[in-house]
């Protein structure tokens, strides 16, 4: 017979057995400081100062943006209605 057996002691037909390792160190997190408040203020407000528009919107562009987004709100409201009165009923 040409069996091969190991030598090592122990069982391979279960999960493995817990060893006796001391747990993680626990990592309290560092609190912000005032300057970096302070700092991360600083940073989120020239982001918002340089992606403003450059130039001023003309009072005639507003309103047409106006009048696009009425025109969108019935041209929908015209659609879904349009949808109710045709699809039969469950």
Known sequence: ????LTTTP???????????????????????????RLALHFGLALIT?????????????????AEQQLAIFVRERAAERMLRLTVPPR
């Open 1 to 4: 017979m040409n069996t091969v």
């Open 10 to 36: 122990g069982r391979l037909d279960g999960p493995p057995s817990p060893t006796h390792e001391p747990p993680p160190a626990v990592r309290t997190r560092a609190r912000l400081r005032v300057l970096d």
């Open 49 to 65: 100062w340089s992606r403003r528009s450059r130039a001023l919107e003309s009072r005639e562009r507003r309103a047409n943006r």
